[in-house]
């Protein structure tokens, strides 16, 4: 069994606890760099009344581009990733 290591995430303006594999750390780093640099470029480009709004639209152009298969930063690792980080979300939102 793989060992894990428990790492605090941002995304947006909360923090999560997750845990990763030590080879998968900095790829999810990365990601959520990404992540937070375009909540910050929808947030000045885009009306919202929270958040969650913008962090909604991020997922949204997140899975576009991995359906249209345009970007090359999308891996399987990383939408992975994305997928626990998403499911913590919907579970800290009550969703």
Known sequence: MQ????????IGDRTYRIKVAPEDEEQVRKTIK???????????????KDMQDYVSM??????????????TVLEK?????????????NKTLGL
């Open 34 to 48: 990404i992540i937070n640099d375009k909540v910050i470029e929808f947030k000045t480009e885009f009306a919202g």
């Open 77 to 89: 690792d990383v939408t992975e990733a994305l997928s626990k980080i998403e499911g913590q979300l």
């Open 58 to 71: 991020v997922l949204l152009w997140y899975a576009t581009q991995l359906q249209s298969g345009k970007s």
């Open 3 to 10: 060992t894990l290591i428990a790492i605090n995430i941002g």
